[in-house]
């Protein structure tokens, strides 16, 4: 049976890899490639935080009863990233290479904490809650990570 431990960790894993090649290419000063790794990179983000708001968040809450916990805390963090995200945009649509490297510093830093507690905490606690479901929610969550 598929395991939400299993599925969401790879694809941050995915993601980051992703942010690899657009900071390394932001460094480089590269921004052509730069754009065309960040526009990947915020794609499968993107993704990523609507799988978890739109299907497993909402599947997590109702089955436990549980709204105010951990996953109020998970799009609270969603929120900031996406702003980071933002910034990074921005940065790049200026070439600026400092402001850049800054905020994909401050994004990687989230990013690695954001994903250690899914990775330790909820998602394990979503493989115990959702048990029957989870052949179905793995099914959604695979089809929406699809696009990035």
Same mark, same amino acid.
């Given at each position: 049976m598929p395991q939400i431990s299993e599925t969401l960790p790879a694809h941050h894993k995915h993601c980051d890899e992703l942010f690899s090649v657009a900071e390394e290419a932001a460094q480089s000063g590269q921004w052509q490639d730069c754009k065309g790794a960040q526009v990947r990179f915020s794609r499968a983000m993107l993704a990523h935080f609507e799988a978890e708001e739109s299907i497993l968040f909402p599947a997590f809450e109702k089955t436990t009863g549980m709204s105010g916990g951990p996953t109020q805390i998970m799009r609270m963090e969603h929120a900031q990233m996406r702003d980071? %995200?933002? /910034? %990074?945009? =921005? =940065? %790049? /649509? +200026?070439? !600026? =290479? !400092?402001?850049?490297?800054?905020? +994909?510093e401050t994004l990687l830093i989230l990013m690695q904490q954001h994903n250690m507690k899914e990775e330790n905490i909820l998602y394990p606690m979503c493989d115990k809650a959702l048990g029957a479901q989870l052949e179905q929610l793995d099914a959604q969550l695979s089809k929406t990570l699809a696009v990035a």
């Open positions: 980071l %995200l933002n /910034q %990074l945009e =921005a =940065a %790049l /649509q +200026a070439k !600026d =290479a !400092d402001t850049f490297s800054g905020v +994909a």
